[in-house]
C-alpha cells in the first residue's frame, strides 16, 4: 500500500473496486427486469414476421404469430410489452386506431387471453393509422389540438376494452391526458393508469420507428407539437401539467441523449419516471456491433445502466431481452 493511503484528505477510491464482491456490495445503480418494457410491432395479416431492416433483430408480427414474440420475452424474464399497430388501410382522421377490431386491439386480445401475466401496455398516437402520418387531426396543413384529443380519447378508452393496463399517450397534443382520463372514467376505466410520453423531443432518433411503423410525416415535420430539443426545463412543465391532469407516469423521450432531462425531471418531479431508449439508440448500437466495432452485450449493459443512472424508474428499450438476460447473469445491476 502506498504511503498516502493512511493520508486524511486524500480519497483512496480503489479499496473499494479491488474484486468483484466489493464492487457489487457498493454499487450505487441497481437494475431489474421488472423495470424492462419491451415494444413490438402488429401487422395487419396472417403468417408474417419480417425483420425490420433499420432494425436488425426486431420484427413486425401478424397477429397469429405474436405467440412466438411473448414466448422470447418471458424466456428473457421480461413480461411488460408496449404495442404499436400496422394497420391494414390508413385515412385522414385515423378511424383504425380507435377500430374494435383494430390491429392493437386485436393483439391486446391474444396477449390478455394467452399470457396473462405479461402487463399490456398500448401507445395512444394517430401517427400510424393517418394517411397523413401526423399525430393528429389536419386543417390547413397543421394538427388541430381540440379536433384531436376526442379521437385520441376513443382510442384509449377502445384499447382498454380490449384489455390494455397501461395507457401511453405519445401524441404530444396538449390536454390529452385530461381527455383521456375523462373518457376512461367515464366508461368505468377509472382503475386503468396513464403513461404520458410527457417530454417526448422532436428527435433524429426515431428514424428507424417511422420505418418500422411506417409513420413517417408524408409532409413537414413534428416540431410544432413534439418538444424542441435545446429545452430541457420545459421537461419539467410538460410532466408536472401532465400530472396535473390525471398521469400516473411520466416518461423522456429518448433516453441516451437526453440523460440530463431524465435527471432533471427526477428531482423536481416525484411521480414514477420511465424512459424510452428509442429506434435510434438500438440501430446505432447494432450497427457498431455489425460493424465489428464495439461489443453489443457491452454497450447495452452500460447504456441501459446510465439512463437507471440518471433517474429513470423503467425503460422501454428494443434490447429488453439482452438486458434481462445481462441483469441475470449479473452483468449489470
Excluded at 419480417?50 to 420475452?73: C, H, K, N, V, W
Excluded at 386480445?109 to 399525430?135: F, K, M, N, Q
Excluded at 376494452?161 to 405519445?170: D, E, K, V, Y
Excluded at 466495432?293 to 429513470?312: Q, Y
Amino acid at each position: 500500500m502506498h504511503d498516502h493511503a493512511h493520508t486524511k484528505d486524500i480519497f483512496y477510491g480503489r479499496r473499494l473496486r479491488g474484486s468483484a464482491a466489493l464492487r457489487g456490495m457498493v454499487r450505487e445503480t441497481r437494475l431489474s427486469k421488472d423495470t424492462l418494457i419491451y415494444p413490438v410491432f402488429v401487422q395487419s395479416g396472417e403468417n408474417i414476421k419480417d425483420e425490420i431492416a433499420t432494425m436488425p433483430g426486431q420484427y413486425r408480427y401478424s397477429p397469429d404469430r405474436l405467440p412466438e414474440f411473448f414466448e422470447e420475452a418471458l424466456a428473457a424474464g421480461v413480461d411488460k410489452v408496449i404495442f404499436f399497430g400496422l394497420p391494414a388501410a390508413k385515412d385522414e382522421v385515423g378511424s383504425g386506431a380507435w377500430a374494435d377490431d383494430g390491429i392493437v386491439q386485436q393483439a391486446v386480445r391474444i396477449a390478455a387471453e394467452r399470457y396473462p401475466e405479461v402487463l399490456r401496455v398500448t401507445d395512444v398516437c394517430l401517427c400510424e393509422y393517418t394517411s397523413h402520418g401526423h399525430c393528429g387531426v389536419l386543417e390547413g396543413g397543421c394538427v388541430h389540438n381540440e379536433k384531436t384529443l376526442p379521437l385520441l380519447a376513443q382510442t384509449a378508452v377502445s384499447q382498454a376494452r380490449a384489455g390494455a393496463q397501461l395507457i401511453a399517450p405519445s401524441d404530444m397534443m396538449d390536454g390529452r391526458v385530461a381527455a383521456i382520463r375523462r373518457a376512461l372514467d367515464k366508461e368505468g376505466f377509472s382503475g386503468t393508469p396513464v403513461m404520458a410520453y410527457s417530454a417526448k423531443y422532436s428527435s433524429a432518433f426515431y428514424g428507424p420507428f417511422r420505418e418500422a411503423a411506417d409513420s413517417a410525416p408524408a409532409f413537414g415535420d413534428r416540431k410544432t407539437y413534439q418538444m424542441d430539443w435545446h429545452n430541457a426545463r420545459e421537461a419539467v412543465r410538460e410532466s408536472l401539467a401532465d400530472l396535473s391532469e390525471g398521469a400516473d407516469i411520466v416518461m423522456v423521450k429518448p433516453a441516451l441523449a437526453y440523460l440530463d432531462v431524465i435527471r432533471r425531471v427526477r428531482e423536481q418531479v416525484d411521480a414514477p419516471l420511465c424512459a424510452y431508449a428509442v429506434s435510434g439508440e438500438y440501430a446505432m448500437i447494432k450497427a457498431a456491433a455489425q460493424a465489428g466495432m464495439m461489443d453489443e452485450e457491452a454497450l447495452v449493459a452500460e447504456t441501459t445502466t446510465a439512463i437507471f443512472r440518471a433517474g429513470a424508474d423503467m425503460l422501454i428499450t428494443y434490447h429488453a431481452p439482452l438486458a434481462a438476460r445481462l441483469i441475470t447473469e449479473g452483468r449489470i445491476g
